[in-house]
């Protein structure tokens, strides 16, 4: 069984760009999950999406945004990006019940 | 409350002794706890995880206990390997299906 795939798995982007970042589930797992890493901050928790739907939101700007298609797989945009943005983004599945987070390898993201 | 509070932060233990990491949380609906580990630029791996109904699960060299009524889980290490060296993250999940809150992390050290 295929694990999360996350790509790209580096991105190095310009302040005031935006980025897109995409994640493909564990086959029939239906819920995608999207967390930041930072040395500073540990894991915050961006948003969940689940047959398609925002089910959780997080506290992060508007300028963080998601969404997920029918196949599940998920895509996460920050537009203007600022250097604070910098960070390893992860996601993450899980089965209908809620169990066995599963993550993604992450994209290294880069503001300069 | 979201907060899940872990400690110790940083850990060294020689070869072959136990390793404790414990954490609390304050979500009294919470029903899920895993635990992942993360070595150095490598995604966070599921490693053990425990259900509310459940007071102690073991798996081989490690065990997670949890004591709903303290509000506090903890995961143990035995017979530790250098291979053990890792951040370990305890989470959980509350009443919020698709959203596992994270602990800070703890830097554990495996001296041969």
């Known amino acids: 069984k295929a694990g999360v795939t996350q790509t790209p798995r580096y991105l190095i982007k310009t302040r005031g760009q935006q980025v897109t970042l995409s994640c493909s589930p564990i086959?029939?797992?239906?819920?995608v999950s999207w967390y930041q890493q930072t040395p500073g901050q540990g894991l915050q928790f961006l948003f969940e999406?689940?047959?398609?739907?925002?089910?959780n939101k997080g506290n992060f700007p508007g300028r963080f945004s998601g969404r997920q298609f029918s196949n599940s797989r998920s895509e996460m945009n920050v537009s203007t990006l600022e250097l604070g943005d910098s960070a390893l983004y992860l996601c993450?599945?899980?089965?209908?019940?809620?169990?066995?987070?599963?993550f993604g390898s992450g994209t290294r993201l880069t503001v300069v | 409350g979201e907060n899940v509070e872990q400690h110790p932060s940083t850990l060294s233990v020689q070869e072959g002794d136990s390793a404790v990491i414990k954490c609390t949380y304050s979500d009294s609906a919470s029903n899920y706890f895993p635990w992942y580990k993360q070595e150095l630029g490598k995604r966070p791996q599921l490693i053990i995880d425990i259900r509310s109904n459940v007071g102690e699960k073991k798996d081989q060299r490690i065990a997670v206990t949890l004591n709903k009524t303290a509000k506090h889980f903890s995961l143990h290490i035995t017979e530790t390997q250098p291979e053990d060296s890792a951040v370990y993250f305890c989470?959980?999940?509350?009443?919020?299906?698709?959203?596992?809150?994270f602990g800070r992390g703890t830097q554990l050290t495996v001296w041969p």
């Open positions: 989470a959980y999940r509350g009443s919020t299906l698709g959203r596992l809150y």
């Open positions: 999406y689940f047959s398609e739907t925002q089910r």
């Open positions: 086959s029939g797992h239906r819920s």
């Open positions: 993450a599945s899980s089965d209908r019940a809620g169990y066995g987070y599963t």
